[in-house]
């Protein structure tokens, strides 16, 4: 648990947090809303909804300068992570891992990356995946960092200093990032800060960045054009999904006043395709298994439709509600 960026997450949060609603009703009917929400397709999430433990449990939070040492890292064996990269649509590409994902969006003027994964494994699966679906990975303008954790964003260092690639985070995660445990040599340059509601072009493809701050102080959700042959579709993703953060009402109302407004963004907009930065949040490596068999014109699996990436967004929202209210209910006896 990374308490040591409670004070950024108490600066960068303070402008959501003060337009959004104090979550009503029970922890019941919030961890129902999420089961009924989650069907088959998002049980990988609806584990945020269980009952937080005893704080009695919890380890003691170590001192400052503990805290700041760089922490100790364990690179596990190629075995444990490496899976091939895949086509997915015409213009959009897993070059992710086993657990953590990376999406590649091929552009006229280039390349596009969605996060880049932990600098061990950036090579082999970003870089030589690129390579094995015909893609020059000297092409990648932008890596987009969904947020500033190491699974996400150690990759970029490579990426930046190897092929010259912009790094795009929010400002609010740029420091969240210089603010972890992490050795300085393995972070990238400080570069490119996305804003909320900025559009990213590269040649024929734009991309438009939310700000929405919860995962971490200042996470960034994507809404994506996709291409399906002669159809055109648009991707949502979410850019932070876990609870793995310091534990306080107003984290909690922060994160699910923000999973709220993008589901808004993404009705509003169409969104019928789901993506996520962990493959186990949607089964993406099934879905990507599945397209082996996919005939021409054929149903695509991860075009789930407007409703189900709503549904999604609705797990993760009720979820934080239940934990808020299992905090306040249990702090007032």
């Known amino acids: 648990m990374k308490r040591y960026w409670l004070p950024?997450?108490?600066?960068?949060?303070?402008?959501i947090n003060a337009i959004a609603q104090t979550p009503t009703g029970t922890f019941q009917t919030h961890v129902a809303a999420a089961k009924a929400a989650a069907?088959?397709?998002?049980?990988?999430v609806i584990n945020l909804c269980n009952e937080p433990q005893p704080a009695a449990g919890q380890r003691a939070t170590p001192p400052a300068q503990q805290a700041n040492a760089p922490a100790q890292r364990t690179i596990p064996p190629a075995s444990q992570w490496y899976t091939e990269p895949a086509r997915v649509f015409d213009n959009l590409y897993f070059i992710g891992s086993k657990d953590v994902s990376?999406?590649?969006?091929?552009?006229?003027?280039?390349?596009?990356?969605?996060?880049?994964?932990?600098?061990?494994?950036?090579?082999?699966?970003?870089?030589?995946?690129?390579?094995?679906?015909?893609?020059?990975?000297?092409?990648?303008k932008y890596v987009v960092v969904t947020h500033g954790h190491g699974d996400h964003y150690l990759g970029s260092k490579f990426l930046q200093d190897r092929y010259g690639a912009r790094i795009v985070l929010s400002e609010a995660d740029w420091n969240f990032m210089?603010?972890?445990?992490?050795?300085?040599?393995?972070?990238?340059?400080?570069?490119?800060?996305?804003?909320?509601?900025?559009?990213?072009?590269?040649?024929?493809?734009?991309?438009?960045?939310?700000?929405?701050?919860?995962h971490t102080?200042?996470?960034?959700?994507?809404?994506?054009?996709?291409?399906?042959?002669?159809?055109?579709?648009?991707?949502?993703?979410?850019?932070?999904?876990?609870?793995?953060?310091p534990r306080s009402p107003d984290a909690f109302k922060t994160y699910g006043a923000s999973a709220r407004r993008f589901?808004?963004?993404?009705?509003?907009?169409?969104?019928?395709?789901?993506?996520?930065n962990?493959?186990?949040?949607?089964?993406?490596?099934?879905?990507?298994?599945?397209?082996?068999?996919?005939?021409?014109?054929?149903p695509?699996?991860?075009?789930?439709?407007?409703?189900?990436?709503?549904?999604?967004?609705?797990?993760v929202s009720e979820c934080a509600d239940a934990q808020y209210l299992w905090m306040t209910t249990s702090a007032a006896k």
């Open 263 to 276: 589901q808004d963004i993404a009705a509003k907009a169409g969104a019928d395709v789901l993506l996520t």
């Open 102 to 140: 990376a999406w590649a969006i091929t552009t006229s003027e280039g390349i596009i990356l969605l996060d880049s994964l932990y600098d061990y494994s950036v090579e082999e699966e970003i870089a030589n995946g690129l390579k094995k679906l015909s893609l020059d990975p000297a092409r990648v």
């Open 8 to 15: 950024l997450l108490c600066v960068g949060l303070f402008a």
């Open 39 to 44: 069907k088959e397709d998002y049980s990988g």
């Open 278 to 298: 962990h493959s186990g949040q949607d089964k993406t490596l099934d879905k990507i298994a599945l397209l082996k068999s996919r005939r021409t014109g054929g």
């Open 217 to 245: 102080p200042g996470t960034i959700s994507s809404l994506i054009p996709i291409k399906d042959g002669n159809q055109r579709h648009l991707a949502g993703m979410w850019g932070g999904v876990g609870f793995n953060f």
């Open 300 to 315: 695509h699996p991860f075009i789930v439709g407007n409703d189900s990436v709503k549904r999604f967004l609705t797990v």
């Open 178 to 214: 210089a603010n972890d445990r992490t050795a300085a040599q393995l972070k990238p340059r400080k570069d490119m800060v996305a804003t909320d509601g900025q559009k990213l072009t590269l040649g024929d493809t734009t991309l438009t960045l939310y700000v929405t701050p919860g």
